[in-house]
């Protein structure tokens, strides 16, 4: 059957309704999804809650760094070595695990304070980063599962799809998270994740079979060694890959949205939650219209001018910063009536414009790897991605914190802005197989 030929502008449902297996994979990723918004809610709170050290908060996610980039390549060769919906139950299986490991220990918690004493923080980083893998290990296995299940005239649409849960766990999750948190405790908090996460595990179970090649090479060192000769034969699947690193390590700014709501833009806390929900509807927003984008054919040139246009936009957020760091634009204070409400209007906008451009160049670089890398090698490939994707925004938030530290809070953004659409010519320069890469 065609594709019918009339041209849309919202988000196109099609792969939902006519691929039953992508629709239940998409609703377990996105109740998945929301689950791990409430852990990553609570066990911030939690941990501050027992040492008030805002440090100890920050290594939640530098503990889980190493063994998180580790996860990918790993995950990526178990993947493409074992039957995956095995992989994903048996991933799934571990998060679950992890999570009741931090119910219990939010429980006692909870007893531990009526004794005037806390539980010890160690425990909870080990099971956060136990989740942190799995949730890497599972995310490969689902993305290199979805071009067996729909067909390939779907699998743009399939990745607006999925831009269209990520958006929505982004934005209601943590927000749902705190309503709860406020109205009961942690406890609760971690419970919904266990009941959000097994919901989204039976739409796993009742995945077909996904059978690997009889000749899969086990996970190792030539497994690893094939993927990397893979890449130097096609370009422009690597380039993706330095697309993003470049994007998150050069144009990160939510590192520096606390220091910026609290001396420079001001507002406090209002804020923060302003700024980083205008990046969560700016991807939403990209997803919910991308009618138009899945019928683009020159997918690798639209990578690259999205990421462009994100470091303009990260540009601009600097600009913003620098502009009011002068003093020549008064000194806002730390609550939102004492805000710079204009700095905030244009610093919103930036942010808007950070999570729709990248949104588009997430959907085109997903679906290229989908559809180009052959399945043998698909999960391989998607795996050193998640790497890419887990370790590229913690660069990026020690980039930007040097920068701060050194030159200013606005220099990060400024120089990583410029940086990023210079570094986006000359990519296009020397890759023109990305440059030229058309879809179907």
């Known amino acids: 059957m065609s594709e019918p030929t009339k041209k849309r502008t919202l988000v196109d449902f099609s792969p939902l309704r006519q691929a039953p297996a992508f629709a239940r994979l998409w609703w377990g990723n996105l109740l998945n999804g929301l689950g791990s918004q409430f852990t990553l809610v609570a066990v911030a709170l939690l941990i501050y ?28 060769m178990i993947t493409d070595a074992f039957e995956r919906r095995l992989v994903m139950i048996l991933s799934a299986t571990v998060m679950l695990i992890a999570t009741l490991g ?78 709860v948190i406020a109205a009961s405790n942690f406890s609760i908090a971690f419970a919904a994740d266990l009941l959000l996460t097994a919901t989204g595990f039976l739409g796993i179970i009742r995945l077909p079979k996904i059978h690997v090649a009889e000749d899969a090479t086990r996970p190792g060192w030539k ?52 700024l980083t929900a205008a990046a969560a509807v700016g991807s939403f927003s990209t997803s919910a219209l991308s009618g138009r984008l899945t019928g683009i054919k020159r997918q690798g040139l639209a990578i690259a001018n999205s990421v462009k246009i994100y470091g303009l936009f990260i540009l601009l957020f600097g600009l913003v910063l620098f502009a009011m760091s002068t003093g020549w634009f008064g000194s806002p204070g730390d609550t939102i009536a004492s805000a710079n409400y204009v700095a905030l209007a244009v610093a919103s906008l930036a942010m808007f414009g950070t999570g729709a451009s990248d949104e588009v160049s997430a959907i085109f670089r997903t679906s290229m790897m989908q559809t180009v890398a052959p399945d043998h090698m698909r999960g391989r490939l998607l795996g050193l991605f998640m790497s890419v994707v887990g370790g590229g925004p913690r660069l990026g938030d020690v980039y930007a914190g040097v920068m701060a530290t050194l030159i200013g809070l606005w220099a990060g953004p400024v120089f990583g802005g410029v940086g990023i659409v210079v570094a986006m010519f000359i990519l296009l320069r020397l890759t023109p197989r990305l440059r030229e890469f058309t879809a179907g």
């Open 102 to 179: 931090l119910l219990a220990l939010s429980i006692f918690e909870d007893f531990a304070q009526l004794g005037g004493f806390h539980v010890p923080v160690w425990p909870i980083y080990v099971f956060t980063t136990i989740t942190a893998v799995s949730a890497t290990v599972l995310a490969s296995a689902r993305h290199a599962s979805i071009p067996r299940i729909i067909p390939e005239h779907l699998v743009t649409k399939a990745a607006a799809l999925n831009g269209i849960s990520m958006g929505t766990q982004v934005m209601v999750g943590p927000a749902l998270a705190g309503v």
């Open 223 to 274: 497994s690893f060694k094939e993927s990397i000769v893979y890449l130097k034969q096609f370009p422009e699947i690597g380039a993706g890959f330095i697309v993003d690193l470049f994007a998150m390590t050069l144009g990160r700014p939510y590192v520096l949205l606390p220091a910026a709501a609290a001396a420079v833009i001001g507002g406090g806390p209002i804020t923060v939650g302003i």
């Open 49 to 76: 809650d027992i040492t008030h050290d805002t440090g100890a908060v920050a290594l939640v996610g530098g503990i889980a760094l190493i063994p998180m980039v580790l996860s990918g390549p790993v995950g990526g």
